[in-house]
Structure formats: structure tokens, C-alpha cells
């Protein structure tokens, strides 16, 4: 059965960081991509961050380009999401989710995370 669980969200002073999990099972992240996506209140989701099965090659989105780490560690098949320099406008609900390919579009995520909520505020 694959399963991504995340942890690690929470609240958070503006400036502050905040590092994510996703734990996965059922599958292997040596053939996954996984990616890193948030929801606001009242807004779309949007795409932040993915890691390439292929070549452990990232992508970032202006957003949290240069302030955003993804890593993974294939020995405990956990993907991270590092976040520093946290803004108010960071504040969303966020999920991991697993693509068979390299992950650049939506529709390839076929696994979901449950999500978990990022409050940055003072």
C-alpha cells in the first residue's frame, strides 16, 4: 500500500524555518520523483519544489527559490523540504505527492500526502 505521511508543519515567527518530512512506503523513491506543493486559504495550490528520481536534480519556484531546500534520503525513504526566511505569505497547508516520471506537471503525481499546515506568523 503506498502511503506519503508528512510531519514537521506548525507555527512559526516570520523569519523563522521550519523543515517538512515525507515518509513514504509501497514504493521506492529511487523511481519516484517527489514534489512539494501548498495551498493557501482561498487560493490555488501551487507547485513549490520537486526532486528528480532520475538524477536527484531539483526545481524551485520563484516563491521559495532561494530560500527552500529539498533533499532526500533514499536509506529512510524521506524527502525533506527545508524552509527558512518564512513569510506570512508562506502560510499554507502543504503537501508532498509522488510522480512515476520526472515530475513536471501535476497531472503526474499520483500519490498524495495528507498535508500539513504552516502558520508563519508573530
Known amino acids: 500500500q503506498v502511503q506519503l505521511v508528512q510531519s514537521g508543519g506548525g507555527l512559526v515567527q516570520p523569519g523563522g524555518s521550519l523543515t517538512l518530512s515525507c515518509a513514504v512506503s509501497?514504493?521506492?523513491?529511487?523511481?519516484?520523483?517527489i514534489g512539494w506543493f501548498r495551498q493557501a486559504p482561498g487560493k490555488e495550490r501551487e507547485g513549490l519544489s520537486c526532486?528528480?528520481?532520475?538524477?536527484?536534480?531539483?526545481y524551485y519556484t520563484s516563491p521559495v527559490k532561494g530560500r527552500f531546500t529539498i533533499s532526500r534520503d533514499n536509506a529512510k525513504n524521506t524527502v525533506y523540504l527545508q524552509m527558512n526566511s518564512l513569510e506570512p505569505e508562506d502560510t499554507a497547508v502543504y503537501y508532498c505527492?509522488?510522480?512515476?516520471?520526472?515530475?513536471?506537471?501535476?497531472?503526474?503525481?499520483?500519490?498524495w500526502g495528507q498535508g500539513t499546515q504552516v502558520t508563519v506568523s508573530s
Open positions: 526532486i528528480r528520481s532520475s538524477d536527484n536534480s531539483t
Open positions: 505527492a509522488a510522480a512515476r516520471g520526472a515530475g513536471d506537471y501535476v497531472a503526474e503525481y499520483l500519490y
Open positions: 509501497g514504493f521506492t523513491l529511487d523511481y519516484y520523483s
